[in-house]
């Protein structure tokens, strides 16, 4: 559950924050922190859900599917 840590772990930084952030996503192949072309503020990205989206990677080329557990926010 390394993946719903970092996700956690990044919403308590930005929780205070009314600034619009990407949304990244891990790559599972190559462990690194890609954007999703989502943005959003910490309030929506803690209340919302953000399930069965799909973004191609650019580490690995792949399309990944992704959801709240995977995601973290960067500015
Ligand atoms: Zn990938």
């Known amino acids: 559950m390394r993946e719903a840590k970092k996700a956690k772990q990044a919403q308590q930084i930005y ?3 009314t600034e619009v952030f990407d949304v990244v996503v891990r790559c599972p ?3 690194n922190f890609f ?3 989502v ?3 910490a309030g929506s990205f ?3 859900s953000f399930e ?3 973004t191609q990677c650019p580490h690995c080329g792949k399309m990944h599917r992704w959801g709240d557990s995977e ?3 960067a500015n």
């Open 71 to 73: 995601i973290a926010l």
């Open 35 to 37: 954007p999703t072309g």
């Open 46 to 48: 803690n209340s919302g």
């Open 39 to 41: 943005a959003c503020d």
């Open 29 to 31: 192949e190559t462990d």
């Open 52 to 54: 069965n989206n799909r």
């Open 15 to 17: 929780k205070a924050s």
